[in-house]
């Protein structure tokens, strides 16, 4: 008697926005064998039919609940900022996974209520952060886990890239409060919002200042913004973020560890495999150029999207897997409501001029001491 192999399960996928971000989700899923992708739903009527018609997927619908009738076991969520926690919560009262594009949303409580809503219907919520998927990005991890850097405990990171009109112009929904949801920290530097916290840990306060210096004219959101990250470890972090600058500087994010050790990894040009551009563990330091000659600065966002298609995969990938195997994903709702509770800080933090307080510091060796009397010193 020839024993068989179990037949392999055939997850069905429904992708939620035919926008410019969708190209990454219908690549990433047909790349997979065990994958199909049954229908895509867009209110805009034609452009889920082009989409449909273009991927060679079956069904081409304009309303959520249309699409979740498609008998789907998984729903991608490619939809504007605003509109994920009604696509998710919709997916979850069907049954439906979902794998949610950044940031999860674009207030607390909607997020909250996604998470909540989810476990409840015992669903997977798992959401895109594919720049954890770089090998640069993972090594730093490993680093930190197995004692070459030791425990972050502090952080550099600049995000300084190049928005023109055109970008802000080509969507009514871009960089308006309502439909956005935010401007450089929401769009953009949120992936390294989650990359710190994934680094560092959980934060226990946040200081920050936002601003608008060059799209003022046709954006309502900041393009710029400063914070600094206390986190509950002792660790610090400074971020800088803008969509103000030209050309495009790219993102760098420099880790020193307990150890003494520091790594940096570096996105330059935009959409471009992060890579380790410093490495400075032992006694020596290898380096890479952060910008190379010759390389174009300024990318359209199309190009950088089709750079992280690789790792769209990987994270895709890593998403069906965890539903074969009843694990949770690499990054769940819950980490995605994380780096959002940062973000939002810093526009608290930028409205009252305060700092805004999540959790206790643990004890450093370093105590400032209180000044009394004539000892304070008039700055």
Same mark, same amino acid.
């Given at each position: 008697?020839?024993?068989?192999?179990?037949?392999?399960?055939?997850?069905?996928?429904?992708?939620?926005?035919?926008?410019?971000?969708?190209?990454?989700?219908?690549?990433?899923?047909?790349? *997979?064998?065990?994958?199909?992708?049954?229908?895509?739903?867009?209110?805009?009527?034609? !452009?889920?039919?082009?989409?449909?018609?273009?991927?060679?997927?079956?069904?081409?619908?304009?309303?959520?609940?249309?699409? *979740?009738?498609?008998?789907?076991?998984?729903?991608?969520?490619?939809?504007?900022?605003?509109?994920?926690?009604?696509?998710?919560?919709?997916?979850?009262?069907?049954?439906?996974?979902?794998?949610?594009?950044?940031?999860?949303?674009?207030?607390?409580?909607?997020?909250?209520?996604?998470?909540?809503?989810?476990?409840?219907?015992?669903?997977?919520?798992?959401?895109?952060?594919?720049?954890?998927?770089?090998?640069?990005?993972?090594?730093?991890?490993?680093?930190?886990?197995?004692?070459?850097?030791?425990?972050?405990?502090?952080?550099?990171?600049?995000?300084?890239?190049?928005?023109?009109?055109?970008?802000?112009? !080509?969507?009514?929904?871009?960089?308006?409060?309502?439909?956005?949801?935010?401007?450089?920290?929401?769009?953009?530097?949120?992936?390294?919002?989650?990359?710190?916290?994934?680094?560092?840990?959980?934060?226990?306060?946040?200081?920050?200042?936002?601003?608008?210096?060059?799209?003022?004219?046709?954006?309502?959101?900041?393009?710029?913004?400063?914070?600094?990250?206390?986190?509950?470890?002792?660790?610090?972090?400074?971020?800088?973020?803008?969509?103000?600058?030209?050309?495009?500087?790219?993102?760098?994010?420099?880790?020193?560890?307990?150890?003494?050790?520091?790594?940096?990894?570096?996105?330059?040009?935009?959409?471009?495999?992060?890579?380790?551009?410093?490495?400075?563990?032992?006694?020596?330091?290898?380096?890479?150029?952060?910008?190379?000659?010759?390389?174009?600065?300024?990318?359209?966002?199309?190009?950088?999207?089709?750079?992280?298609?690789?790792?769209?995969?990987?994270?895709?990938?890593?998403?069906?897997?965890?539903?074969?195997?009843?694990?949770?994903?690499?990054?769940?709702?819950?980490?995605?409501?994380?780096?959002?509770?940062?973000?939002?800080?810093?526009?608290?933090?930028?409205?009252?001029?305060?700092?805004?307080?999540?959790?206790?510091?643990?004890?450093?060796?370093?105590?400032?001491?209180? *000044?009394?009397?004539?000892?304070?010193?008039?700055?």
């Amino acid at each position: 008697m020839t024993s068989q192999a179990p037949a392999t399960r055939t997850f069905r996928v429904g992708i939620a926005g035919c926008g410019a971000i969708s190209r990454n989700h219908l690549e990433a899923f047909s790349a *997979l064998d065990n994958v199909q992708v049954v229908g895509v739903c867009d209110v805009d009527p034609d !452009r889920a039919s082009a989409t449909a018609k273009t991927w060679g997927v079956p069904n081409a619908v304009t309303g959520v609940d249309e699409l *979740l009738a498609l008998d789907l076991d998984i729903v991608s969520v490619c939809t504007p900022h605003p509109t994920h926690e009604d696509v998710v919560l919709r997916a979850a009262a069907a049954g439906v996974n979902v794998l949610c594009e950044k940031p999860i949303a674009t207030k607390l409580e909607s997020a909250e209520r996604m998470v909540e809503v989810c476990e409840e219907a015992g669903v997977q919520l798992g959401v895109l952060f594919q720049r954890r998927f770089w090998p640069a990005s993972q090594k730093i991890r490993t680093a930190i886990d197995d004692g070459t850097l030791g425990k972050a405990i502090m952080a550099q990171c600049s995000v300084m890239l190049h928005r023109d009109p055109d970008y802000y112009n !080509r969507d009514a929904w871009r960089g308006t409060w309502e439909n956005d949801g935010g401007g450089v920290l929401m769009s953009q530097a949120v992936h390294q919002i989650d990359l710190l916290q994934w680094y560092l840990g959980d934060v226990a306060e946040v200081y920050g200042k936002v601003n608008t210096y060059r799209h003022g004219d046709y954006v309502e959101v900041e393009d710029s913004a400063t914070a600094v990250i206390t986190f509950t470890s002792g660790a610090m972090a400074t971020l800088e973020a803008s969509t103000a600058v030209s050309p495009n500087l790219g993102i760098q994010l420099r880790i020193t560890g307990e150890t003494g050790a520091s790594a940096s990894l570096t996105e330059f040009p935009e959409g471009s495999d992060g890579r380790l551009d410093l490495w400075a563990v032992g006694e020596r330091i290898v380096v890479e150029p952060v910008h190379p000659e010759g390389v174009e600065p300024n990318v359209d966002l199309s190009s950088i999207n089709g750079q992280l298609i690789p790792f769209h995969k990987l994270q895709v990938k890593d998403f069906v897997k965890a539903l074969e195997t009843g694990t949770e994903p690499a990054i769940t709702g819950k980490d995605a409501l994380k780096s959002l509770r940062i973000l939002l800080a810093v526009y608290e933090s930028s409205r009252t001029g305060q700092p805004v307080r999540f959790a206790a510091v643990q004890p450093t060796h370093a105590a400032i001491p209180e *000044l009394r009397g004539r000892e304070k010193v008039a700055l």
